[in-house]
């Protein structure tokens, strides 16, 4: 029995000893990807030295470490998806993948990861690619210092950087992307964080979420994608100290918020966009610290919109601060610094004595007129504000901010 | 005419009243930069206080000064010199000490706050050049209507009227125009009808810089091409020379057959 035990022990060992590293480069004995995998065992470590490796349709179902010494390429030649992986515990790190394929019917990615547990994508960088990560089914996933650099031109025919579905435990760190449909898309992912990515100039959103519940999202920067960021028909969102940045266009938003409950959005910058938030049909959501300077509109209030609670935000110089084209409800707009307030302050406690009011007349005309808008900071525009200010018809009487604040906050 | 030119602008220089505009601006500048310490903002406000006091002083000193100086140009019209070089020498003394004005009284605040080391420059150049640009035509206007009606007071009303119109009523039409056709497509319209006033012109110059956020959320493609591209601004530049050359070449067309 006891011999037994050591036998099993011994066993044991040795396999662990045996996890061992195989090496691929052109002058090796192993000269290919796929040679190098199917010799593999779990727990090996497979060392990438420095060339070009014209491979694809690599399938990886092994528990190994796939390591790129000295960023080597990989070139899919525009055929199919590069790397298939279905397995736990694996990671692929410092390569250089490029040239995924194009489809109409298919999502060719750089890397597709299904049903998988337990790994780590990490300093890669992926140019040319359709879609970029593909992860599918999987859980506790690690996506950290990727580079991805596509060359998107329309929309059908141009696929998603960093695109989950039906996945959970994931952490999206660090990563870079641009020139993709969409830099990061989330589609049934649950307790996510995506953290310091930076996505600029795609297609059309930065960041994209569906039906993705109890997710974060920090310290993000979305610079000029086509339509900003979309966050849709989800549930209990966090979104702190992201930068929207100058997304501009008729149907582009610093942020889009459609169907969203209990969120948090707090210590977010909004500036320079055509519409600072868009809000639609979104219930218990509370904004809090947030800084909307030089956007067309700081915020539209669509419709169907409750508790949407606005507390101590800046509203810096934008062309039109709120539009509102519902009834109140129940949403507050409470002590936000508005750079537009004209009131005073006497007992100098910070908060100014007269309430403010956030929707100006023009903001309804350019409405339902959406030409008008050209008459933006005219004279006229200002006189009818000013009327409209002094006893409001077309706007809604209720809609005030009680306690504006007299100084900026910091 | 370059004689003619420096008489009108030393006169003017002398004169109080563009010490006075000049003091207005530096004040100006001053205030908003000591009130507020922040660049953009005082832009912004800059913006609003020049397109509607520019052309409202351009005008007012355009009529003032011909009814003023009417008996100094008739002895003028005595001597042996072409009405033309009397009379742009006059315009142009004008146009030119109250832009000069206008520069100065919103440069030197500017300068002493760092607008150089501030992104806003470009911002700010465009706001001098648009204020230029105003003064120049309001006064082309002012000596059209001065020209047309030797009856002061009349001439001064039509002035104000002018400025009135440009300034409000105009827009307050425009406006009014756009929700009743508001089934129309009306992009074309509104961008031509800014092109007739060059208030609106100068406001949408500005605009183009200051809030190209805003006026790229109306969708429409002559909006998009106008406003996202540089054409707009080449454009509306192009239409503010205009400006400036019609009235001025209407001055003269007049001045041919004006009995003094």
């Known amino acids: 029995m006891k011999n037994l035990r050591l036998t099993i022990l011994a066993l044991f060992f040795c396999s662990s000893l045996l996890a061992s590293q195989i090496e691929v480069c052109n002058s090796c004995q192993v000269k290919s990807i796929k040679q190098a995998l199917s010799l593999a065992k779990d727990g090996d470590e497979i060392l990438i030295k420095e060339g070009v490796y014209k491979e694809s349709g690599i399938a990886v179902d092994k528990s190994v470490k796939i390591i790129g010494v000295g960023l080597p390429t990989v070139d899919g030649e525009h055929k199919e998806t590069i790397f298939t992986v279905k397995a736990n515990n694996f990671s692929i790190e410092g390569l250089r993948i490029i040239n995924v394929g194009h489809s109409y019917t298919k999502d060719f990615a750089a890397i597709l990861v299904s049903k998988s547990k337990n790994f780590t994508l990490q300093n890669n960088v992926l140019e040319k690619v359709f879609f970029g990560l593909l992860i599918e089914k999987s859980r506790y996933g690690i996506i950290k210092n990727n580079k991805l650099i596509s060359d998107a031109e329309d929309q059908a025919g141009s696929g998603n950087g960093i ?108 500036s320079k966009n055509t519409i600072g938030i868009s809000v ?111 006893s409001p018809v077309f706007t809604p009487d209720n809609l005030l901010d009680n306690s504006p604040l007299m100084q900026k906050i910091q | ?52 006091l520019t052309p409202l002083i351009g005008t007012i000193f355009g009529v003032m000064y011909y009814y003023n100086s009417k008996e100094f140009t008739e002895l003028l019209l005595a001597q042996p010199m072409k009405r033309n070089t009397i009379f742009l020498g006059q315009y142009l003394g004008i146009s030119i000490s109250l832009t000069l004005s206008l520069i100065l009284g919103l440069g030197i605040p500017f300068l002493l706050y760092g607008i150089f080391m501030s992104s806003a420059i470009f911002d700010f150049g465009l706001l001098l050049v648009v204020g230029s640009f105003l003064n120049f035509i309001f006064v082309a206007l002012a000596y059209n209507i001065a020209l047309s009606n ?60 200051l809030d190209i956020s805003a006026l790229l959320g109306y969708t429409g493609a002559v909006f998009k091409k106008f406003f996202g591209t540089n054409f707009g601004l080449v454009i509306s530049l192009f239409v503010m020379s205009l400006w400036v050359l019609i009235p001025v070449w209407r001055i003269q067309r007049k001045l041919r057959k004006k009995d003094f």
């Open chain 2, 150 to 209: 030797s009856n002061k007071i009349k001439g001064f009303g039509y002035a104000i009227l002018m400025w009135l119109f440009l300034a409000v009523i105009y827009d307050g039409l425009f406006l009014i125009s756009l929700m009743v056709f508001n089934e129309y497509p009306l992009d074309n319209f509104s961008l031509l009808a800014t092109m007739f006033n060059p208030i609106d012109l100068s406001r949408i110059l500005i605009l183009l810089k």
């Open chain 1, 280 to 390: 639609d049909g979104s219930t218990r959501i509370n904004y809090k610290n947030n800084t909307f300077s030089r956007n067309g509109w700081a915020i539209k209030v669509v419709g169907a919109c409750y508790e949407n609670h606005f507390n101590q935000n800046n509203f810096l110089h934008n062309a039109i601060d709120l539009s509102y084209n519902s009834k109140i409800n129940s949403n507050t707009f409470d002590s936000n610094y508005w750079s537009e307030y004209t009131g005073y302050d006497l007992d100098k406690n910070g908060i100014g004595d007269v309430p403010y009011r956030p929707v100006k007349l023009f903001s309804y005309i350019a409405h339902r007129t959406p030409e008008s808008i050209v008459l933006l900071r005219s004279l006229f525009v200002d006189i009818i504000n000013f009327s409209e200010k002094v």
């Open chain 1, 163 to 270: 695109h989950l579905w039906h996945s959970e435990d994931m952490q999206i760190e660090n990563n870079e992307l641009t020139g993709l449909r969409d830099g990061i898309y989330f589609e049934f992912v649950k307790n996510s964080m995506v953290r310091n990515n930076r996505s600029y100039e795609n297609l059309r959103y930065g960041l994209h979420f569906m039906f993705s519940n109890n997710n974060e999202y920090n310290d993000n920067v979305f610079t000029n994608n086509g339509a900003g960021v979309a966050v849709m028909f989800s549930k209990f969102v966090k979104m702190t100290n992201n930068q929207f940045i100058q997304n501009w266009g008729s149907a582009s938003y610093g942020l889009l918020l459609k169907e969203i409950y209990d969120a948090e959005i707090e210590n977010n910058t909004f």
């Open chain 2, 1 to 52: 005419m370059f004689k003619i030119l420096k008489y009108s602008f030393y006169d003017l220089m002398r004169s109080r009243w563009s010490y006075v505009y000049f003091a207005f601006y530096l004040a100006l500048g001053f205030v908003l930069l000591f009130l507020n310490n922040d660049v953009d903002k005082a832009i912004i406000t800059l913006l609003n206080i020049i397109i509607v």
